[in-house]
């Protein structure tokens, strides 16, 4: 009896707080079309290539093509650094770090909804093997673009509810 009273209690305090789900609609909803109407300019270089592909998956969820109302425009900046030093002089250790800035623009008014940066950073170990070591990095860039693309895609999600809460 007591678990059910606490229950229905902590549902009360849950439906209280004010958190709203930011795809209520599903694929129907504004955000989600409004996501749909976002298209993505093309990124230079192979890590731009990564981030676009991972950023069309995230858009196009509502599964329908819908005419742009929205440009997202970004810039890349891929680097890796040495971490680990051994005596010798020789890298144990690499840090790759992927920092994306972006804008969410319209259209229709050439107006600028969005200017932010996201990034994200993966540590990848040196081995005796320059296949192995290569073949890390590349694994490293390919979750760092699904990462910031999300994190973008999210903040993208987030600015649209907005502009529609404001329509």
Do not use: H, K
């Amino acid at each position: 009896m007591t678990r059910a009273a606490f229950a229905s209690f902590a549902l009360f305090l849950l439906s209280a707080c004010g958190l709203q789900p930011l795809y209520s609609g599903g694929s129907g909803d504004a955000v989600a079309q409004g996501l749909a109407a976002v298209d993505v300019a093309p990124i230079q270089g192979r890590d731009g290539w990564l981030v676009r592909n991972a950023l069309n998956d995230r858009l196009q969820l509502s599964g329908t093509e819908i005419a742009p109302r929205y440009r997202l425009d970004v810039q890349l900046d891929d680097s890796l650094e040495a971490l680990g030093v051994l005596n010798d002089d020789t890298i144990s250790r690499e840090r790759r770090i992927l920092r994306a800035r972006y804008q969410l623009i319209d259209l229709t008014s050439g107006t600028i909804l969005l200017d932010a940066t996201s990034g994200s950073d993966a540590g990848v170990d040196v081995v005796s093997s320059e296949y192995a070591t290569i073949a890390a990095e590349q694994t490293a860039l390919e979750n760092l673009a699904r990462e910031v693309a999300e994190r973008m895609v999210r903040q993208v999600a987030l600015t649209l509810r907005e502009v529609e809460r404001a329509e």
